[in-house]
């Protein structure tokens, strides 16, 4: 029996490398000398991916060995013989006039992966099918019955490895982990956030960050779905590798889809051509912009998620960025006879800066009922105006802080001299994956302090009724005025009877 030690050395060393990066392996004790094709050796994959398809190739055949030697002699299969001639097979083997089988290539690594690929696009380009294939399940996978000889294994999520089966059982570890997701959203001033606030109307970045984390991934694709309050601008979709600042490619190395079936906002599938090129720690960043639009959910999360999929039915769980949008309520009265509710005041509310400045003109809404009002820059209303319940409903507003100012009052009653300071703040709850906010006033002593119920209680103050022409306080002057008449031609008429008397 003809042995090539040389083989020996090389295949091994082949293998350790290539299970270092991707699997673990053992070998069991075997005869010297022993029969290779008794069809009784297993290959065991532990940790492996449920649900996800794994292959084995026989590529080469172990015709015979010698462990106490360390001889082994291996032949290309018949199958394969085609792969032995190819320029990418031989820059790793080489085969003598018996094609028996001599590795002059590099066995770090890289090098090994490299043969991995190329050994498993000729097995796709001819049509090769695998030794067997098996569905994972309970974390395993395993494949029996197969003649010793050294063997490609793969799986539908992109796992390669080389591995040599010269002994009854081998039991390897998948090391692959899997390819994840994370979605975050642009929030000011803190930049990339898991939530954020702002003004309906106003436009929302997003960015998902896919990280490979199995070479040539097979079948990925991405999903993203929005709640309705969130408009999708498809055209802002683009798809970077990190650290290129070259786009993909639509079309090309992905497609994109708005109109899917599965209750998705969009899809991205990436052409297998592409994900081929992936290596594991390579990263793809989807970046879009949606506006935030009249059908928001008010005080509360507007929710955004994405997914990745790959392999045959991997799904990652997924990534969730929370927006909110919030209100505050605007109570209008006078404190006689208790809190009555006025209508007819007319108020503007503004935007301001940490000084309390003005930054623009009056915010515009929409009124959307009685007494609410959302904002809407293309709105018809930058003044509100109370009705009878005295209370305006403002929806869809940033954090920040505002000036609420009374433009006009009510009849009889004194206008605010100045505008009224309004502080929507924000804070993250829950591991800063989510917001709450509260409404603050400015208070006598200057000091911002919750309003209650989120209400600013705007008082307002009548003058007193003043005398007037017609009014009671001319009739009064007339009456004083009559008497004093009266009396004075009493006193003339009594002067005269007193000086006729004299005489």
């Given at each position: 029996?003809?042995?090539?030690?040389?083989?020996?050395?090389?295949?091994?060393a082949?293998?350790?490398?290539?299970a270092?990066t991707?699997?673990?392996?053992?070998?069991?004790?075997?005869?010297?000398?022993?029969?290779?094709?008794?069809?009784?050796g297993t290959?065991?994959?532990?940790?492996a991916?449920?649900?996800?398809?794994?292959?084995?190739?026989?590529?080469?055949?172990?015709e015979?060995?010698?462990?106490?030697?360390?001889?082994?002699?291996?032949?290309?299969?018949?199958?394969?013989?085609?792969?032995?001639d190819?320029?990418?097979?031989?820059?790793?083997?080489?085969?003598d006039?018996?094609?028996?089988?001599?590795?002059?290539?590099?066995?770090?690594?890289?090098?090994?992966?490299?043969?991995?690929?190329?050994?498993?696009?000729?097995?796709?380009?001819n049509?090769?099918?695998?030794?067997?294939?098996a569905?994972?399940?309970?974390?395993?996978v395993?494949?029996g019955?197969?003649?010793?000889?050294?063997?490609?294994?793969?799986?539908?999520?992109?796992?390669?490895?080389?591995?040599?089966?010269?002994t009854?059982?081998?039991?390897?570890?998948?090391?692959?982990?899997?390819?994840?997701?994370e979605?975050?959203?642009?929030?000011?001033?803190?930049?990339?956030?898991?939530m954020?606030?702002?003004?309906?109307?106003?436009?929302?970045?997003?960015?998902?960050?896919?990280a490979i984390?199995?070479?040539?991934?097979k079948?990925?694709?991405f999903?993203?779905?929005?709640e309705?309050?969130?408009?999708?601008?498809?055209?802002?979709?683009?798809?970077?590798?990190?650290?290129?600042?070259?786009?993909?490619?639509?079309?090309k190395?992905?497609v994109?889809t708005?109109?899917?079936?599965?209750?998705?906002t969009?899809?991205?599938?990436?052409?297998?051509?592409?994900?081929?090129?992936?290596?594991?720690?390579?990263k793809?960043?989807?970046?879009?912009?949606?506006?935030?639009?009249?059908?928001?959910k008010?005080?509360?999360?507007?929710?955004?998620?994405?997914?990745?999929?790959?392999?045959?039915k991997t799904?990652?769980?997924?990534?969730v960025?929370?927006?909110?949008?919030?209100?505050?309520?605007?109570?209008?009265?006078?404190?006689?006879?208790?809190?009555?509710a006025?209508?007819?005041?007319?108020f503007?509310?503004?935007?301001?800066?940490?000084?309390?400045?003005?930054?623009?003109?009056?915010?515009?809404?929409t009124?959307?009922?009685?007494?609410?009002?959302?904002?809407?820059?293309?709105?018809?209303?930058?003044?509100?105006?109370?009705?009878?319940?005295?209370?305006?409903n403002?929806v869809?507003?940033?954090?920040?802080?505002?000036?609420?100012?009374?433009?006009?009052?009510?009849?009889?009653?004194?206008?605010?001299?100045?505008?009224?300071?309004?502080?929507?703040?924000?804070?993250?709850?829950?591991?800063?994956?989510?917001?709450a906010?509260?409404?603050?006033?400015?208070d006598?002593?200057?000091?911002?302090?919750?309003?209650?119920n989120?209400?600013v209680?705007?008082?307002?103050v009548?003058?007193?009724?003043?005398?007037s022409t017609?009014?009671m306080?001319?009739?009064?002057?007339?009456?004083?005025g009559?008497?004093?008449?009266?009396?004075?031609?009493?006193?003339l008429?009594?002067?005269?009877?007193?000086?006729?008397?004299?005489e």
């Amino acid at each position: 029996m003809k042995v090539r030690n040389t083989v020996v050395s090389a295949l091994l060393a082949a293998v350790v490398m290539t299970a270092s990066t991707g699997f673990a392996y053992s070998i069991a004790p075997v005869t010297a000398m022993a029969e290779t094709n008794h069809s009784n050796g297993t290959i065991t994959v532990n940790k492996a991916t449920d649900n996800e398809t794994y292959n084995v190739y026989q590529i080469l055949k172990l015709e015979s060995y010698n462990e106490a030697a360390n001889a082994y002699a291996y032949k290309i299969t018949a199958e394969w013989k085609g792969f032995a001639d190819t320029a990418e097979a031989k820059a790793f083997f080489s085969l003598d006039s018996q094609d028996y089988v001599t590795w002059v290539g590099s066995t770090d690594d890289s090098s090994v992966q490299t043969f991995v690929r190329a050994a498993l696009a000729y097995a796709k380009a001819n049509n090769i099918q695998p030794t067997q294939t098996a569905i994972a399940a309970n974390g395993t996978v395993s494949f029996g019955n197969l003649n010793y000889g050294y063997y490609a294994v793969d799986s539908s999520i992109g796992s390669l490895c080389m591995l040599d089966s010269t002994t009854p059982q081998m039991n390897i570890n998948d090391k692959n982990e899997k390819t994840e997701n994370e979605k975050l959203v642009w929030a000011d001033g803190y930049g990339y956030q898991h939530m954020n606030d702002a003004h309906i109307g106003d436009e929302v970045v997003f960015k998902s960050t896919i990280a490979i984390k199995s070479e040539g991934p097979k079948s990925l694709s991405f999903h993203d779905q929005m709640e309705e309050g969130l408009t999708l601008d498809a055209s802002s979709v683009t798809v970077t590798k990190e650290g290129s600042n070259k786009r993909l490619v639509p079309n090309k190395d992905y497609v994109l889809t708005t109109d899917t079936t599965d209750g998705c906002t969009f899809e991205i599938d990436f052409k297998q051509s592409y994900t081929d090129t992936l290596k594991a720690g390579n990263k793809l960043n989807v970046d879009y912009k949606a506006t935030l639009n009249e059908n928001a959910k008010v005080d509360g999360p507007n929710l955004n998620e994405s997914h990745i999929k790959y392999g045959n039915k991997t799904t990652t769980t997924p990534s969730v960025t929370r927006t909110y949008t919030w209100s505050l309520d605007v109570f209008k009265y006078t404190n006689k006879d208790g809190e009555k509710a006025l209508a007819g005041a007319e108020f503007v509310l503004k935007k301001a800066d940490n000084d309390w400045k003005a930054t623009g003109d009056a915010i515009c809404f929409t009124q959307a009922s009685d007494g609410v009002f959302r904002v809407d820059e293309k709105g018809d209303l930058s003044t509100l105006v109370t009705g009878e319940s005295g209370k305006l409903n403002l929806v869809g507003l940033d954090s920040g802080n505002y000036l609420l100012e009374e433009t006009k009052a009510p009849d009889g009653y004194n206008k605010l001299e100045n505008a009224i300071k309004v502080q929507i703040e924000a804070t993250p709850t829950n591991a800063n994956a989510e917001l709450a906010s509260a409404v603050k006033v400015e208070d006598s002593n200057g000091k911002m302090t919750d309003a209650a119920n989120r209400t600013v209680k705007v008082l307002n103050v009548t003058g007193s009724n003043l005398p007037s022409t017609g009014g009671m306080g001319t009739t009064v002057f007339y009456l004083v005025g009559t008497i004093l008449v009266i009396g004075g031609g009493v006193v003339l008429v009594a002067r005269k009877r007193a000086s006729v008397i004299n005489e």
